[in-house]
């Protein structure tokens, strides 16, 4: 039986999607107070054969984690996956998304546990339910790994404080998608098919690209290929913060982050020679494949050389 648990920021002034999420599963599905109260609200639980708990609050976990970390490893530690769900935005952020993104600073070095098998059942439940639903306006895609407790001032070294792989699960990037009945219908269904069966999974770090790279996500919503991913180093925040010995010993805290360890490193063929050998000093010193990003793009070519 897996146990996953979820938050949910009930300040619609703050969280534009997460209170609708919550409601639409609390309408939806059978819950049940937990005695337990975080933010004046019970938390909720529910079991279909795997254990969800629903927890909501006055803020984002991630803008606030000082503040909720003691709760997270008091209440919160028996878990094997924990979700934040909110919404998506920024400048150039694509429109009518569903995606979902690992926990990291890249550019200090921290990482949070990620769990590939997890985060691949998320992005495929939520791919064939947009198919299902027929949002065909949408697109889901994974972001490059980071941390939405920077720009709060949330100190990067808090991430490693909770040891249960945490993702980001949001709707982006404008008012009109964050109010999209089906997009949100599609989101909180998919959260209960975090522990869907999968088959045996090769894993990958991907280095470079930009923050959303389509090849990295594409690897990962093809179901059936056995192939999924821990982290994604996006080419903005690897840039003079990899190099020399400093950079590898990141790259080795970033693999050991991942649980079941890492069969290959893929690197985007736009990233520069310096950071590239880098992927290929770490790789050699672990004895796995290094490769191109352009191999994502024949996955069963790329299961042939990965360990």
Not at 23 to 33: D, G, R
Not at 114 to 119: H, L, T
Not at 136 to 151: L, N, Q
Not at 220 to 235: D, R
């Amino acid at each position: 039986m897996g146990r996953a648990v979820y938050f949910f920021c009930m300040d619609k002034n703050i969280d534009p999607v997460a209170s609708k999420i919550f409601s639409f599963v609390e309408n939806n599905y059978k819950l049940s107070k937990i005695n337990l109260t975080v933010d004046g609200f019970s938390v909720m639980e529910y079991n279909d054969g795997n254990y969800f708990q629903f927890v909501r609050l006055n803020d984002v976990l991630s803008h606030n984690y000082i503040k909720y970390l003691l709760l997270l490893n008091e209440h919160f530690m028996n878990f094997d996956i924990a979700g934040i769900i909110n919404w998506h935005e920024g400048i150039k952020a694509p429109d009518k998304i569903l995606t979902v993104h690992s926990t990291g600073d890249v550019p200090s070095g921290n990482f949070g546990k990620s769990n590939p098998e997890y985060f691949k059942n998320l992005l495929c439940s939520l791919e064939q339910n947009r198919i299902k639903y027929q949002l065909d306006v949408f697109r889901v895609m994974t972001e490059a790994t980071h941390w939405s407790g920077i720009p709060y001032k949330q100190s990067p070294e808090l991430i490693t404080e909770y040891d249960v792989p945490i993702y980001d699960i949001e709707i982006g990037s404008t008012l009109e998608s964050w109010n999209n009945e089906i997009a949100i219908k599609i989101l909180s269904e998919s959260l209960f098919d975090v522990f869907n069966e999968s088959v045996q999974l090769k894993v990958l770090l991907c280095v470079g690209g930009i923050h959303f790279e389509e090849s990295y996500s594409s690897i990962l919503l093809e179901k059936e290929n056995g192939i999924s991913v821990g982290h994604i180093l996006a080419n903005q925040w690897v840039v003079e913060n990899y190099l020399e010995e400093n950079g590898l010993v990141k790259l080795n805290k970033c693999m050991e982050s991942i649980i079941g360890g890492v069969n290959g490193i893929i690197f985007h063929d736009n990233l520069k020679g310096e950071y590239k050998q880098q992927c290929r000093a770490i790789a050699e010193k672990n004895n796995i494949y290094v490769g191109k990003h352009k191999m994502l793009k024949t996955s069963e070519e790329l299961k042939k050389v990965l360990k």
